[in-house]
């Protein structure tokens, strides 16, 4: 099975501070990778696919990059409604993976 | 607007038996794969299994804690998927999400059934 590596697993930061998180998979799964944003209660809500597709009505201060087995997830001016958890998956492989998940708290 | 609307969650004592159930409104129901995915009390996400589209020949996969124990199918004349659980653990305890979308990723989601597998 595929390993979905994220790091770090918490972060604290301020409204407007650009947020890195990465997502480390065990073997090449080419692009395929998708993030995703969940808040508590809630379903998680689908960021960016294909590693850096960007999906509809996501904002651009989001950005995904990397191929191979390193990948990013990139906040670059975080605002407040940009904290909760977030999720990496690969969908490369026959059986599907996520990440254990990053939260982003208010610092 | 597509909607996902799971049910079929509830209490379950350990070694019984559940179905739940995914009704799709506003989509292409037999176009898609579609997927489980559940989340144990404040835990992460886990990819339970998927099921592809009859012209895939309904191929289901499952993710290594749940298999042989749980089955996937759908019913595209009632836009319906289904969860069937067996010999449950009280591991599986979780909130269940149906999860499908058009690209890679998924981009619907339902709200999620609870399953609470205590004696």
């Known amino acids: 099975d595929i390993q979905m590596t994220q790091s770090p697993s918490s972060l604290s930061a301020s409204v407007g501070d650009r947020v890195t998180i990465t997502c480390r998979a065990s073997?090449?799964?080419?692009?395929?990778v998708n993030w995703y944003q969940q808040k508590p209660g809630k379903a998680p809500q689908l960021l960016i696919y294909?590693?850096?597709t960007l999906h509809s009505g996501v904002p651009s201060r989001i950005s995904g990059s990397g191929s191979g087995t390193d990948f990013t997830l990139i906040i670059s001016s975080l605002q407040p409604e940009d904290f909760a958890t977030y999720y990496c998956?690969?969908?490369?492989?026959?059986?599907?993976?996520f990440g254990q998940g990053t939260n982003v708290e208010i610092k | 607007e597509v909607q996902l609307v799971e049910s079929g969650g509830g209490l379950v004592k350990p070694g019984g038996s559940l179905r739940l159930s995914c009704v799709a409104s506003?989509?292409?129901?037999?176009?898609?794969?579609m997927s489980w995915v559940r989340q144990a009390p404040g835990k992460g996400l886990e990819w339970v299994g998927r099921?592809?589209?009859?012209?895939?020949?309904?191929?289901?996969d499952f993710a290594a804690p749940v298999k042989g124990r749980i089955t996937i199918s759908r019913d595209d004349s009632k836009n319906t998927l289904y969860l069937q659980m067996d010999s449950l653990k009280t591991e599986d305890t979780a909130v269940y999400f149906c999860?499908?979308?058009?690209?890679?990723?998924?981009?619907?989601w339902g709200q999620g059934a609870l399953v609470t597998v205590s004696s």
């Open positions: 998956q690969q969908t490369y492989y026959t059986l599907w993976s």
């Open positions: 073997q090449n799964i080419n692009n395929r």
């Open positions: 294909d590693a850096s």
């Open positions: 099921i592809k589209r009859k012209v895939d020949g309904e191929q289901t």
């Open positions: 999860a499908t979308g058009y690209s890679n990723g998924y981009e619907y």
């Open positions: 506003g989509l292409a129901f037999s176009n898609v794969w």
